[in-house]
């Protein structure tokens, strides 16, 4: 091992031991040869995998694109056994990987980072822990989620509930909800699986939803030894396609567009889409027009509307989970989600109509009466992107602080880096691509780390960003969510679920492909290297 800087404690330091940092301290360390240490203020790596641990949640790419993609004997040799990966499949298989890549002992466990600082002295990153203690490195690697910062919404008189409560994304693995009245806020993709799973354990159900939501079937089912191994022979050219492809899924692109069929076609095709399942799949690899052109949208945003009232027994329940936004979140998928509400425990208050108005020692009061309850369980979401970023003081050049530079809104280089931010690089940040996460996180901390390779091995000390080439990303990030319809839906995609939050665009809507050329065609040349700071006159 070669150390950049002897008189620093370690050559590079990341936060988070989720995807993101396992795949960096991985090649940081193997590859790169580097003095590598990683915290997670987390019991165990995993990240959204070892929080998430609520009834029912479960991946909603498929399994065999649910991984990495870096090793091919690891692609070969670790497997699944169904089309989509449990919570504790997935926490599994990170385990496996930082054991398989002896990576384990570079986590520190159960240690939050408080600050970040970089010394313009000293080239150097500064992280202070919450024990208190401050380590120093040249690169700081950022992995702390795009989904990560828990969303408890204030609801008056929380504190006098007698009964428990829980938020799905802090799960503790002694939560007693089974047999009893249980009250579930939110229905987005956490509460749709979790309503789902637990409708048939508890005694009875009240769902309180904002918001109706469109969900398709997910498709759930187990894979065959057969399957699995035509997966494994092809995965080069899956990986190609995946790289290659807009949503990164695993699903070929179309070029067709829903008007360009007629209308009994459109609806055969958004027939074997639903059968075949997956919200990605139905939104984005049916047709290729359902996120921009508001036609082609409402054409399948009415298809679901009617499978709601096919299943939907009551007309009163299936009005009130039909939405009227047009279809353009993060697409959901389930595993039966509308049939739930056929059952005879099961409740639903929509809480626009009837807003909850408090908590109270025995359960939720909305604006027509109290809803007794044992247990309220918030599926209510996340500060998503740049929550965690702007959670504790982060201090780049002159001073600046992160949460100062993007209180109007959050701004990147790539979704990477940051001007003022040297050596920074986040993974999984505002303005990287709306994709399935783990290629996307592959790509864009290849490219950091080929960058931290290229400074290596050119004796270079600092890389970064100017504000022109951030502006310049933000205008291009721009530019290709023009005619998009996420905009129109009140989602975290555009910071909307936050109580004050500014409402602006947090990803490139490009698609995989396009963000993995402008990888290629930009390279390292926007960069500025070894800029030399205000007070110092040499390097
Ligand atoms: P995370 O897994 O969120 O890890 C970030 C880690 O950073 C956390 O462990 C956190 O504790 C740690 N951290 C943050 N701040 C600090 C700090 N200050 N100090 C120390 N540690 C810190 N994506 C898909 O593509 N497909 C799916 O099917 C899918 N399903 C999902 C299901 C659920 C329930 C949720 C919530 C998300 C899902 N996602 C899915 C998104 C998912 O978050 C990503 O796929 C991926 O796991 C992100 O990995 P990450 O390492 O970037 O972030
Ligand atoms: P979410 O999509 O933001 O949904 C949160 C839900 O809580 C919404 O129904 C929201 O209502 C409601 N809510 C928030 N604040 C509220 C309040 N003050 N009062 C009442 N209701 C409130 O969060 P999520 O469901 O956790 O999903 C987030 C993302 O995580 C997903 O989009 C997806 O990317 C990922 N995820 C994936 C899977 C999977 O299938 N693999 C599973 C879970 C999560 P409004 O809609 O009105 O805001």
Redesign the pocket.
Same mark, same amino acid.
């Given at each position: 091992m070669s150390r950049l800087n002897e008189k620093l404690d370690f050559d590079a330091i990341v $936060?988070?031991?989720?995807?993101?940092? $396992?795949y960096a301290v991985h090649r940081l360390k193997n590859e790169l040869n580097l003095e590598v240490c990683a915290?997670?203020?987390?019991g165990h790596v995993?990240?959204? *995998?070892? *929080?998430?641990r609520y009834p029912g949640?479960l991946?909603? @790419?498929e399994s065999f694109v649910?991984r990495f993609s870096f090793d091919k004997e690891l692609l070969q040799d670790y497997s699944w056994t169904h089309n989509y990966l449990k919570?504790e499949e997935v926490l599994e298989y990170l385990t496996h990987v930082t054991e398989r890549f002896n990576i384990k002992d570079q986590f520190r466990l159960n240690?939050?980072?408080?600050k970040v600082r970089f010394n313009e002295e000293e080239y150097c990153w500064e992280v202070t822990t919450n024990k208190m203690e401050t380590f120093t490195a040249r690169f700081l690697i950022t992995?702390?989620?795009?989904?990560?910062s828990v969303h408890l919404p204030d609801i008056p008189g929380l504190d006098n509930f007698k009964g428990q409560y829980y938020h @799905?994304?802090r799960w503790p693995q002694d939560a007693e909800y089974k047999g009893k009245r249980v009250g579930v806020i939110g229905t987005g993709? @956490?509460g749709i699986?979790l309503i789902t799973k637990i409708a048939p354990e508890v005694d009875h159900l009240t769902v309180f939803q904002r918001t109706a939501q469109y969900t398709v079937p997910l498709g759930y089912r187990k894979q065959t030894k057969e399957e699995i191994a035509e997966i494994k022979e092809n995965y080069d050219e899956i990986w190609e396609t995946v790289r290659n492809s807009v949503t990164a899924f695993g699903y070929p692109d179309t070029e067709t567009s829903a008007l360009d069929v007629s209308e009994e076609e459109r609806e055969r095709m958004f027939e074997e889409a639903w059968s075949k399942g997956n919200g990605f799949r139905f939104l984005s690899h049916v047709f290729n027009d359902l996120s921009i052109n508001p036609e082609s949208n409402e054409a399948a945003a009415n298809f679901i509307k009617k499978k709601i009232h096919e299943i939907v027994k009551d007309p009163e329940t299936a009005q009130k989970l039909t939405p009227t936004e047009p279809f353009a979140r993060r697409p959901c998928a389930d595993k039966g989600y509308y049939a739930t509400f056929n059952r005879e425990n099961v409740t639903l208050v929509d809480i626009k109509e009837n807003p909850i108005v408090e908590v109270t020692e025995k359960g939720i009061r909305t604006a027509e009466g109290e809803h007794e309850l044992d247990v309220i369980i918030f599926a209510t979401g996340?500060d998503a992107m740049d929550g965690?970023y702007k959670?504790?003081d982060m201090i780049g050049r002159n001073g600046i602080n992160l949460k100062d530079k993007w209180k109007d809104g959050s701004r990147s280089y790539l979704g990477i880096m940051e001007s003022d931010f040297p050596n920074m690089f986040m993974?999984?940040a505002p303005l990287s691509s709306f994709?399935?996460?783990?290629p996307a996180?592959e790509s864009e901390l290849g490219w950091a780390i080929d960058l931290i390779k290229h400074l290596k091995d050119n004796n270079l000390k600092t890389a970064e960003p100017t504000k022109e080439t951030v502006d310049d990303w933000y205008n291009l990030c721009l530019e290709t969510s023009k005619g998009t319809l996420f905009h129109k839906a009140q989602s975290w995609i555009y910071g909307a679920n936050i109580p004050g939050k500014p409402f602006s665009l947090r990803f490139y809507m490009g698609g995989m492909g396009n963000y993995n050329k402008e990888l290629e065609k930009r390279g390292f040349k926007e960069l500025v290297f070894d800029k030399v700071p205000e007070k110092i006159t040499s390097l």
């Amino acid at each position: 091992m070669s150390r950049l800087n002897e008189k620093l404690d370690f050559d590079a330091i990341v $936060i988070g031991g989720g995807f993101s940092g $396992i795949y960096a301290v991985h090649r940081l360390k193997n590859e790169l040869n580097l003095e590598v240490c990683a915290f997670e203020k987390g019991g165990h790596v995993g990240g959204t *995998w070892y *929080w998430n641990r609520y009834p029912g949640a479960l991946s909603d @790419t498929e399994s065999f694109v649910y991984r990495f993609s870096f090793d091919k004997e690891l692609l070969q040799d670790y497997s699944w056994t169904h089309n989509y990966l449990k919570q504790e499949e997935v926490l599994e298989y990170l385990t496996h990987v930082t054991e398989r890549f002896n990576i384990k002992d570079q986590f520190r466990l159960n240690t939050k980072v408080i600050k970040v600082r970089f010394n313009e002295e000293e080239y150097c990153w500064e992280v202070t822990t919450n024990k208190m203690e401050t380590f120093t490195a040249r690169f700081l690697i950022t992995g702390l989620g795009l989904l990560a910062s828990v969303h408890l919404p204030d609801i008056p008189g929380l504190d006098n509930f007698k009964g428990q409560y829980y938020h @799905t994304a802090r799960w503790p693995q002694d939560a007693e909800y089974k047999g009893k009245r249980v009250g579930v806020i939110g229905t987005g993709s @956490t509460g749709i699986q979790l309503i789902t799973k637990i409708a048939p354990e508890v005694d009875h159900l009240t769902v309180f939803q904002r918001t109706a939501q469109y969900t398709v079937p997910l498709g759930y089912r187990k894979q065959t030894k057969e399957e699995i191994a035509e997966i494994k022979e092809n995965y080069d050219e899956i990986w190609e396609t995946v790289r290659n492809s807009v949503t990164a899924f695993g699903y070929p692109d179309t070029e067709t567009s829903a008007l360009d069929v007629s209308e009994e076609e459109r609806e055969r095709m958004f027939e074997e889409a639903w059968s075949k399942g997956n919200g990605f799949r139905f939104l984005s690899h049916v047709f290729n027009d359902l996120s921009i052109n508001p036609e082609s949208n409402e054409a399948a945003a009415n298809f679901i509307k009617k499978k709601i009232h096919e299943i939907v027994k009551d007309p009163e329940t299936a009005q009130k989970l039909t939405p009227t936004e047009p279809f353009a979140r993060r697409p959901c998928a389930d595993k039966g989600y509308y049939a739930t509400f056929n059952r005879e425990n099961v409740t639903l208050v929509d809480i626009k109509e009837n807003p909850i108005v408090e908590v109270t020692e025995k359960g939720i009061r909305t604006a027509e009466g109290e809803h007794e309850l044992d247990v309220i369980i918030f599926a209510t979401g996340f500060d998503a992107m740049d929550g965690n970023y702007k959670k504790f003081d982060m201090i780049g050049r002159n001073g600046i602080n992160l949460k100062d530079k993007w209180k109007d809104g959050s701004r990147s280089y790539l979704g990477i880096m940051e001007s003022d931010f040297p050596n920074m690089f986040m993974s999984r940040a505002p303005l990287s691509s709306f994709t399935n996460n783990p290629p996307a996180i592959e790509s864009e901390l290849g490219w950091a780390i080929d960058l931290i390779k290229h400074l290596k091995d050119n004796n270079l000390k600092t890389a970064e960003p100017t504000k022109e080439t951030v502006d310049d990303w933000y205008n291009l990030c721009l530019e290709t969510s023009k005619g998009t319809l996420f905009h129109k839906a009140q989602s975290w995609i555009y910071g909307a679920n936050i109580p004050g939050k500014p409402f602006s665009l947090r990803f490139y809507m490009g698609g995989m492909g396009n963000y993995n050329k402008e990888l290629e065609k930009r390279g390292f040349k926007e960069l500025v290297f070894d800029k030399v700071p205000e007070k110092i006159t040499s390097l």
